[in-house]
């Protein structure tokens, strides 16, 4: 169902919790605040067992933080928090991106760029720079490649899968290469950068490690989905173009909550549930899958009047809530909420001001957004001309 319908299978299913399938395996979507309470519930859903292999061979890598529970996955999840959301980390990750949008805009005058590819290797240059990985000299656009492969290959079983498959395989042993190089002390980094603390955990197999240092930097480089999106908006709501360069630094982050809100990205997470719950009245059998339905949540017309409205100014007046907007996850971030979330919001904000302010125009190109395709993605993967 789920590789028929896309992102609107869970919200088709009409009202909340719904009982279906997930894999063949029993399952309950739920949305809204009380659901995403509910779910990040520790005593009601457990992660172990539930991201299927298909997910975990090209998305998450196996063994990551994203299947752990209980104490094991506290303490994984404090090394994500401490690199992730300090803000003086962000703020170099930041100017790392905007040395990198410098040197790789400079060549784009009079060119026709593809914004979703130039865009990745934008952030896989800056992200592995902040993060102290020195990529071989030529190797950027492969890296950048597969980085985008392993995200774009999580939900099909067709040759984008095996992409996807074939690169976390070249890249996790990449990595895994450089965490025992750091532990032998052949392989130098900046001390305290994201590769040093998450090479030297010494609770980590060489492996792990490898695996966790690509959860950093592979769904920042998933950033340029958001950012295909927000050139998306640019174009279909040119009047965005003015309201981002008068707005200042607020109406930008507006603009970033409600490009993560309105565009369809993850469509939802999963876990098992621990014993036999009720929820809403619905029983949902113990050891079935409970999902929560982001997509659904975030165009639910109870929490976002018009949802299928592009309005940042929803986010003006106000930060969302903990558990209303959930494009990457709900609840608290020491739980399984995505400790990337400052991160993205911070580097889609300073690109969408940087879209704004750069003269280009849109040749004649399919943007169309499939909802059947997971993870969406504008089809032509946004031409620009740079003028
Ligand atoms: C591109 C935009 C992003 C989206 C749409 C996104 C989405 C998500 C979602 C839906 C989850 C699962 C939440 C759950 O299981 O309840 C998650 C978890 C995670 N994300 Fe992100 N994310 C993004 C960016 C980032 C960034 C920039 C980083 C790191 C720099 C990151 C690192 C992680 C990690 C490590 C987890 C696992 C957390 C845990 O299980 O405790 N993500 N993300």
Redesign the pocket.
């Known amino acids: 169902m789920m590789l028929l319908n896309g992102y609107s299978w869970l919200p088709g299913l009409g009202r909340t919790p719904a009982p279906t399938r997930l894999l063949g395996v029993r399952a309950t979507a739920l949305r809204g605040p009380d659901a995403v309470r509910f779910f990040y519930d520790e005593r009601h859903v457990r992660r172990h067992g539930a991201l299927p292999e298909p997910v975990r061979g090209t998305l998450t890598g196996k063994g990551a933080?994203?299947t752990l529970d209980g104490e094991d996955?506290h303490r994984r999840?404090a090394m994500?928090l401490a690199l992730?959301k300090e803000p003086a980390h962000i703020k170099r990750l930041a100017d790392e991106v905007d040395a990198a949008w410098d040197a790789a805009s400079a060549r784009w005058p009079g060119r026709k760029v593809i914004l979703f590819e130039e865009s990745g290797r934008i952030l896989t240059d800056a992200v592995c720079r902040w993060a102290g990985v020195q990529l071989p000299p030529g190797t950027l656009p492969r890296v950048a490649a597969d980085l985008q492969a392993m995200v774009d290959g999580f939900a099909t079983g067709g040759p984008r899968h095996w992409r996807a498959r074939r690169a976390r395989g070249r890249q996790e042993r990449q990595f895994q290469a450089l965490v025992s190089g750091v532990r032998d002390g052949s392989a130098v980094v900046p001390q305290g950068s994201a590769c040093d603390v998450v090479a030297r955990q010494p609770s980590l197999s060489p492996r792990t490690a490898a695996v966790e240092l690509l959860?950093?930097i592979r769904?920042?480089v998933?950033?340029s989905?958001?950012v295909a999106f927000t050139a998306h908006a640019l174009w279909r709501w040119p009047g965005q173009r003015q309201a981002l360069r008068d707005g200042g630094a607020e109406y930008a982050r507006a603009f970033a909550h409600e490009v993560r809100r309105f565009y369809p990205?993850?469509p939802f997470?999963g876990g098992r549930a621990v014993d036999t719950l009720t929820y809403g009245g619905v029983e949902i059998p113990k050891g079935s899958m409970v999902l929560l339905d982001?997509y659904g949540q975030n165009h639910d017309n109870l929490l976002w009047p018009d949802p299928y409205r592009f309005a940042p100014q929803r986010f003006l007046e106000r930060e969302p809530g903990q558990d209303d907007l959930i494009?990457?996850?709900g609840g608290d971030p020491a739980l399984?909420?995505?400790?990337?979330e400052d991160?993205?919001v911070t580097l889609m904000a300073q690109i969408a001001a940087r879209l704004a302010a750069l003269d280009y125009e849109v040749p004649p190109q399919d943007l169309e957004i499939s909802l059947r395709r997971i993870p969406a993605l504008p089809r032509s993967r946004v031409v620009i001309r740079v003028r």
Request: overall charge positive; glycine content about 8%; charged content about 5%.
């Open positions: 933080v994203h996955h999840k994500f992730l959860n950093i769904p920042t998933a950033v989905w958001f990205f993850a997470v982001i494009p990457q996850g399984h909420r995505c400790p990337g991160i993205t």
